[in-house]
């Protein structure tokens, strides 16, 4: 799915000149340096149903990856127009890319993504056939209306629960009941209204019929991710023109009511020393926020293209954080750590490539 930017003119300068080799117009096009906030949404919504990464998360992560270039592809396609006007720099306009071959990317991709989800099992396909549903209809329909910022937000959330539904249908140990088996997990949560209250389940086999179906237990983590995209596309939507200091200061309010209270439960309560889990998810919380905290607070200050095009720019990269601290909350340090590692490697080819 494409990244919380509406796809309209961003005011950057050029990634590539003119003369560039195909592959960089390509890369250009695809938006390669946000391709690192992709992999941890399946993984994120793998562990956050209580469940190991298997064949079937690779499979979700790699129908993500699918999904989110024909997203690309197929956004500059729909604006190609527009383009040609407030950015001809862009591949299509400056005929570095042809648009006919941008189409045809997007479907192709679109097509590879929904075998790759075929290929773990029915949920995970009708998972990815709504997320490319969702995909293709804010592109082409729903990008410049009210229902657009919803449409991102929705996209993005599916995409994480499609991690969930492909590591299910993959395997016995992607079933429920081997879930329900696995042991014991703490789940920490912002305790905000778009999650669960911070909880311990334990699973023993006897209780394996009543464990909860993985799609559904990672429905809050996907809220979460969901509104976190909610809040940075709304500042999207004013960052080719400027606008007011509301969209950021509310993607601000969003951060705070997602990262603070897991933050705080890495204090612990009085008189009781938190878990280890615990104090992890508070520290990737932590980078979560601080990883947003400055551009935001930038834009509200001063609303003006390009700062508010760094707040979404911030916006786009602070989804890897946010799904290692998911992925922390749910019990999954292994899986969290190395999450994070992927933050420096997209800001390091987001100064190549914009993400926007």
Same mark, same amino acid.
């Given at each position: 799915?494409?990244?919380?930017?509406?796809?309209?003119?961003?005011?950057?300068?050029?990634?590539?000149?003119?003369?560039?080799?195909?592959?960089?117009?390509?890369?250009?096009?695809?938006?390669?340096?946000?391709?690192?906030?992709?992999?941890?949404?399946?993984?994120?919504?793998?562990?956050?149903?209580?469940?190991?990464?298997?064949?079937?998360?690779?499979?979700?992560?790699?129908a993500?990856?699918?999904?989110?270039?024909?997203?690309?592809?197929?956004?500059?396609?729909?604006?190609?127009?527009?383009?040609?006007?407030?950015?001809?720099?862009?591949?299509?306009? #400056?005929?570095?890319?042809?648009?006919?071959?941008?189409?045809?990317?997007?479907?192709?991709?679109?097509?590879?993504?929904?075998?790759?989800?075929?290929?773990?099992?029915?949920?995970?396909?009708?998972?990815?056939?709504?997320?490319?549903?969702?995909?293709?209809?804010?592109?082409?329909?729903?990008?410049?209306?009210?229902?657009?910022?919803?449409?991102?937000?929705?996209?993005?959330?599916?995409?994480?629960?499609?991690?969930?539904?492909?590591?299910?249908?993959?395997?016995?140990?992607?079933?429920?009941?081997?879930?329900?088996?696995?042991?014991?997990?703490?789940?920490?949560?912002?305790?905000?209204?778009?999650?669960?209250?911070?909880?311990?389940?334990?699973?023993?086999?006897?209780?394996?019929?009543?464990?909860?179906?993985?799609?559904?237990?990672?429905l809050?983590?996907?809220?979460?991710?969901?509104?976190?995209?909610?809040?940075?596309?709304?500042?999207?939507?004013?960052?080719?023109?400027?606008?007011?200091?509301?969209?950021?200061l509310?993607?601000?309010?969003?951060?705070?009511?997602?990262?603070g209270p897991?933050?705080?439960?890495?204090?612990?309560?009085?008189?009781?020393?938190?878990s280890?889990?615990?104090?992890?998810?508070?520290?990737?919380?932590?980078?979560?926020?601080?990883?947003?905290?400055?551009?935001?607070?930038?834009?509200?200050?001063?609303? #003006?293209?390009?700062?508010?095009?760094?707040?979404?720019?911030?916006?786009?990269?602070?989804?890897i954080?946010?799904?290692?601290?998911?992925?922390?909350?749910?019990?999954?340090?292994?899986?969290?750590?190395?999450?994070?590692?992927?933050?420096?490697?997209?800001?390091?080819?987001?100064?190549?490539?914009?993400?926007?």
């Amino acid at each position: 799915m494409p990244p919380p930017g509406t796809g309209r003119p961003d005011g950057a300068a050029p990634t590539a000149p003119r003369g560039a080799g195909r592959a960089s117009a390509w890369a250009e096009l695809l938006r390669v340096s946000a391709l690192f906030t992709v992999p941890g949404d399946a993984l994120a919504g793998a562990v956050a149903a209580g469940l190991r990464p298997n064949r079937g998360t690779a499979l979700a992560v790699g129908a993500s990856l699918c999904l989110y270039e024909a997203g690309m592809a197929l956004n500059d396609w729909a604006d190609r127009d527009i383009d040609a006007v407030e950015r001809p720099h862009r591949p299509l306009p #400056s005929g570095r890319v042809a648009p006919a071959a941008a189409l045809a990317a997007a479907g192709g991709l679109t097509a590879a993504a929904l075998a790759l989800a075929s290929a773990a099992g029915r949920p995970a396909l009708a998972t990815a056939t709504a997320l490319a549903g969702t995909v293709w209809a804010y592109d082409l329909a729903l990008k410049n209306t009210p229902a657009g910022p919803l449409s991102m937000a929705a996209a993005r959330a599916l995409d994480l629960l499609l991690g969930a539904a492909a590591t299910a249908g993959s395997g016995a140990s992607g079933s429920p009941a081997a879930a329900a088996t696995a042991g014991t997990r703490t789940a920490f949560a912002p305790g905000s209204a778009l999650a669960t209250a911070g909880r311990t389940r334990t699973a023993p086999t006897a209780r394996a019929a009543h464990a909860p179906h993985p799609v559904r237990a990672a429905l809050p983590s996907a809220a979460l991710l969901g509104a976190h995209t909610l809040a940075v596309t709304g500042i999207s939507r004013h960052e080719a023109q400027g606008g007011s200091s509301a969209a950021p200061l509310a993607a601000l309010a969003v951060t705070t009511g997602i990262a603070g209270p897991l933050v705080r439960a890495g204090a612990g309560r009085p008189g009781r020393r938190p878990s280890a889990a615990a104090v992890v998810t508070a520290s990737l919380a932590a980078v979560y926020g601080a990883a947003v905290a400055r551009p935001y607070a930038h834009a509200v200050l001063n609303p #003006s293209p390009p700062l508010l095009q760094r707040a979404v720019g911030g916006g786009i990269r602070a989804m890897i954080p946010l799904q290692a601290t998911l992925a922390a909350r749910a019990g999954s340090v292994r899986t969290a750590l190395p999450l994070l590692a992927l933050l420096p490697v997209a800001r390091r080819l987001s100064r190549k490539v914009s993400p926007t």
